[in-house]
Each structure stands twice: as C-alpha cells, then as structure tokens.
C-alpha cells in the first residue's frame, strides 16, 4: 500500500472521527504488496459493513460527500440527529470496495455516537415519506 493513499486517508478520517488512524485498521499483506482492511465488528453494523457503494446508496440515497483516493472511498451521509463516514476499501487486490469501518457522531458538538443507532437514524431519513 501506498504510504500516500494511507496519509490521504488519515486526512479523511480527521473531520471529528472516532477511533484510530486510518493506517490502524489495516493488516500487513503478503508478498503482493496489497495490504488488507480490517472489518469493523460491532451490534447494528448489518446492512452497511460488507456493502458495496451501490448497496449503500440504495439504503440511504445519494452521499452527502463522496471522495475517492486511489482504492480507497469514503461516503457521508447524515439524518437530523447525526453524521454517518462509511469507508470502503478493496478485500483483494483488484477488488471492488466494500464497507469496512464506520464512524458515527453528533450533528451538534460533533461527539461520539453509536454507530447502530445512527444507521437507524439516516435509514430512517432516507425512507420515503
């Protein structure tokens, strides 16, 4: 892995984030030099960790920011309550990205939030009315 694409996403993540670096959630490849994401664990994660781009736009509707640097993509979404950073990296060399870490906080303050809880609440703001 590239040590741009790692500092360009620490960039990424630092907009109120949660948790640690980018580079933290990464495991060492082998001799491919294709370094593989770690994938987030956690209650109420189902439905987002695993998907594709496409999946999560059909869940939630369009991102409110979608940035992409090399393999790497993060996609942004909110509901009144809260801010939603899904993270999507490649499970193989040469795969399509998927989600595999999110990070949720308050839309006021900026404070951590649970993540479940906030996937209910921009769910829910996307759901037709």
Do not use: W
């Not at 620490?10 to 109120?16: E, K, N, R, Y």
């Not at 979608?66 to 809260?82: F, H, I, N, T």
């Not at 490649?90 to 990070?103: D, Q, R, S």
């Amino acid at each position: 892995m590239h040590k741009s694409l790692i500092v360009g996403l620490s960039a990424l993540a630092l907009g109120g984030c949660v948790g640690g670096s980018a580079s933290d959630r990464y495991v060492s490849g082998e001799r491919s030099g294709f370094v593989s994401p770690r994938i987030q664990q956690g209650d109420g994660l189902g439905g987002v960790i695993g998907a594709s781009a496409r999946d999560l736009s059909n869940q939630f509707g369009d991102a409110r920011i979608d940035l992409v640097e090399g393999d790497a993509r993060k996609l942004q979404y909110a509901a009144p309550s809260c801010i939603l950073d899904v993270y999507l990296y490649p499970l193989e060399a040469g795969g399509a990205p998927v989600a595999t870490h999110v990070e949720a906080r308050a839309r006021q303050g900026g404070g951590a939030v649970d993540a479940g809880q906030c996937i209910t609440a921009v769910s829910r703001a996307a759901a037709p009315r």
